[in-house]
C-alpha cells in the first residue's frame, strides 16, 4: 500500500509544481532565482539588450542629453567658428553622437525606462555647460568663439569619459559597455586634437 500511495502522491505533486509554476519550463527550475517578471518580458521584446542593470539605465539617461548639449555646440560652430578645423570637428562630434543618442533610446524604449525629454536634464552629466555657459558661447563668434568652444568641449568631453568609464566599470550590458568603450576612444582622441588646435591659437 505505502509503495502504490506513494506512486500516486509523485505524479500529484509535479502537476502541482507544474501548475505553480505557469507552464514556464525556463524558470520552473529555479523557482528563487531572485529575477522579477519584468527583465524576462524585456528579454522576449529586446533580445539584443535585455540584459542591463540600473547603471545601464542611469549611462543611457545621462549621456543622451549629454551629447545633445555637445550637437548643439557643435551646430553654432558651423556658423560662428572662424577656423576650417573647429568647423570640421564640430561636424565630426555631431555625425558621431547623434546615431549614439537614436542608439540609447532605443535601449532605453526597450528597457522600459523612460527618456530624457530634448532640452531637459540640463545639469545631469559630468562635464555638463550651464545654461549661463552656453548663453555665453552663443554671444561669441569668429576666434573668441573657437578658443571658448575648445575650451568647453573639452571639458564636455571629460565628462562624458568620465560617465563611460563608470559604466564599463559597472554596467551589465554588452552593447551599453561596447559604446562606452568607443566614447572612451573617440572621445580621448577628439580631446588630444583640441588641445593641439589651441596651442596654435
Same mark, same amino acid.
Not at 524558470?27 to 528563487?32: A, C, K, L, R, Y
Not at 549661463?132 to 555665453?136: I, Y
Given at each position: 500500500m505505502k509503495r502504490a500511495f506513494s506512486l500516486l502522491v509523485v505524479p500529484i505533486a509535479a502537476l502541482t509544481l507544474a501548475a505553480c509554476g505557469g507552464g514556464d519550463k525556463k524558470? =520552473?527550475?529555479?523557482?528563487?532565482s531572485g529575477h522579477s517578471m519584468g527583465p524576462s518580458m524585456s528579454m522576449s521584446s529586446a533580445p539584443a539588450t535585455a540584459g542591463h542593470n540600473g547603471q545601464d539605465v542611469m549611462f543611457a539617461q545621462m549621456?543622451?542629453?549629454?551629447?545633445? &548639449?555637445?550637437i548643439t555646440m557643435a551646430k553654432q560652430a558651423a556658423t560662428k567658428a572662424s577656423a576650417p578645423e573647429v568647423k570640421k570637428l564640430a561636424t565630426q562630434i555631431e555625425n558621431a553622437q547623434q546615431?549614439?543618442?537614436d542608439k540609447m533610446t532605443g535601449w532605453l524604449k526597450a528597457w522600459g525606462a523612460s527618456s530624457p525629454s530634448p532640452g531637459g536634464m540640463h545639469h545631469m552629466g559630468e562635464g555638463m555647460m550651464s545654461d &549661463?555657459?552656453?548663453?555665453?558661447l552663443d554671444t561669441l563668434s569668429g576666434k573668441a568663439f573657437d578658443k571658448a568652444f575648445l575650451q568647453m568641449m573639452i571639458k564636455h568631453h571629460q565628462g562624458a569619459i568620465a560617465m563611460a568609464k563608470a559604466e564599463q566599470a559597472q554596467g551589465s550590458n554588452t552593447d551599453a559597455k561596447a559604446l562606452?568603450? =568607443?566614447i572612451v576612444g573617440s572621445? =580621448?582622441?577628439e580631446i588630444t586634437t583640441m588641445r593641439n588646435l589651441l596651442k596654435n591659437m
Open positions: 524558470d =520552473s527550475g529555479q523557482p528563487m549621456m543622451v542629453p549629454h551629447h545633445q &548639449q555637445a546615431p549614439e543618442i &549661463q555657459d552656453m548663453k555665453k562606452a568603450g =568607443s572621445q =580621448s582622441t
